[in-house]
T-cell receptor
Framework: AQKITQTQPGMFVQEKEAVTLDCTYDTSDPSYGLFWYKQPSSGEMIFLIYQGSYDQQNATEGRYSLNFQKARKSANLVISASQLGDSAMYFCAMSSLYNFNKFYFGSGTKLNVKP | DTEVTQTPKHLVMGMTNKKSLKCEQHMGHRAMYWYKQKAKKPPELMFVYSYEKLSINESVPSRFSPECPNSSLLNLHLHALQPEDSALYLC?????????????????FGEGSWLTVV
């Protein structure tokens, strides 16, 4: 069975500082994908970054990077130089080898950026 | 701007009404999804269409009826809903699973339709 765990219900960060959002996962599949999404209060789920289980390098997209530690089964999101517009809900998600169209979501982390 | 568009953005309906949520994607994807999301919870998968055929139904009550008229359109027909069905309904699309992991399996979401059942 697949499982995604986000242990931080809410976090605060000062504007312009970096912040790490934790995500651990559990799967017995040898091949899987890991994703992070941002959801502002408006409701849209915005795709941020993807990491494949076979990728050797950590994924980066602008101010977002994914700290992938395969042995620990963790896929933490790092946001550098936080901005007020980063305040939102963040979801970690995983897709499985046997059905890549079925995503498993974590419970989410609410990030608040303070001016 | 998102390439998955949903209408209406907000919908209020009575328990005896029949209404529909509409979704259109312009990404050339052949998989489309409906998710339901309650406040402060992650999205829950309802339906998946692959190549316009229903491939996953997560035991959703029959008062929700999906329809995929073509590869870029997805509807969710609503009838005799209950107040507990009030939620954010998210449409999404992706490439069809090719049996191996890749960036191409990324699911892209629309802005959502906020549904209130009174």
């Amino acid at each position: 069975a697949q499982k995604i765990t986000q242990t931080q219900p809410g976090m605060f960060v000062q504007e312009k500082e970096a912040v790490t959002l934790d995500c651990t996962y559990d799967t017995s599949d040898p091949s899987y994908g890991l994703f992070w999404y941002k959801q502002p209060s408006s409701g849209e789920m915005i795709f941020l970054i993807y990491q494949g289980s076979y990728d050797q390098q950590n994924a980066t997209e602008g101010r977002y990077s994914l700290n992938f530690q395969k042995a620990r089964k963790s896929a933490n999101l790092v946001i550098s130089a936080s901005q007020l517009g980063d305040s939102a809900m963040y979801f970690c998600a995983m897709s499985s080898l046997y059905n890549f169209n079925k995503f498993y979501f974590g419970s989410g982390t609410k990030l608040n950026v303070k001016p | 701007d998102t390439e998955v568009t949903q209408t209406p953005k907000h919908l209020v309906m009575g328990m005896t009404n029949k209404k529909s949520l509409k979704c259109e994607q312009h990404m050339g994807h052949r998989a489309m999804y409906w998710y339901k999301q309650k406040a402060k919870k992650p999205p829950e998968l309802m339906f998946v269409y692959s190549y316009e055929k229903l491939s996953i139904n997560e035991s959703v009550p029959s008062r929700f009826s999906p329809e995929c008229p073509n590869s870029s359109l997805l509807n969710l027909h609503l009838h005799a809903l209950q107040p507990e069905d009030s939620a954010l309904y998210l449409c999404a699309s992706s490439q069809v699973s090719v049996g191996s992991q890749s960036y191409g399996n990324t699911i892209y979401f629309g802005e959502g339709s906020w549904l209130t059942v009174v």
